[in-house]
């Protein structure tokens, strides 16, 4: 009974110096903290701005001096390409087009990408 308790028990802390060892990129190919890039997380506001400026660029209007296009509320009512499920795959490709790439959307609808 001792030896399988003893046994466990180096396992047990091999295991665990081989983590912290595979962590601090001492072993292994890049699996640490900082491996897999720039990530970017958008919220769902941010991807609806980035949707009605696309609409609005296509439709040839110019934003402000702060980047944001302003489309009056009727007029987002009659064009089919302002509903949320149209603009969703156009905003994507709006960020994909800044060389981030799609990878999830969570359960609160913020998106994220990875550079």
Same mark, same amino acid.
Not at 4 to 16: E, K, N, Q
Not at 23 to 45: K, R
């Given at each position: 009974?001792?030896?399988?308790? +003893?046994?466990?028990? !180096? ?5 665990? +110096?081989?983590? %912290? ?5 001492? !072993?292994? @190919? @890049? ?18 701005? %980035? ?5 609005? #660029?296509?439709? @040839?209007?110019?934003?402000? #001096? ?7 509320? #009727?007029? +987002? ?18 960020? #994909?087009?800044? @060389?981030?790439?799609? !990878? ?7 998106? +994220?990408?990875?550079?």
């Amino acid at each position: 009974m001792k030896s399988t308790v +003893i046994s466990l028990l !180096i396992v047990a802390v091999l295991v665990g +110096i081989i983590n %912290l060892l595979a962590t601090l990129d001492v !072993i292994g @190919g @890049g699996g640490g903290a900082n491996a897999g890039g720039d990530y970017l997380v958008l919220s769902p506001q941010k991807m609806d701005e %980035l949707g009605f400026a696309s609409i609005a #660029e296509e439709d @040839g209007m110019k934003p402000d #001096e702060n980047g944001a296009v302003t489309l009056k509320r #009727e007029d +987002i009512a009659k064009d089919p390409r302002a509903y949320r499920p149209n603009m969703v795959p156009r905003s994507i490709e709006e960020v #994909e087009k800044q @060389g981030y790439t799609f !990878i999830a959307v969570t359960s609160d609808n913020h998106y +994220i990408f990875r550079k």
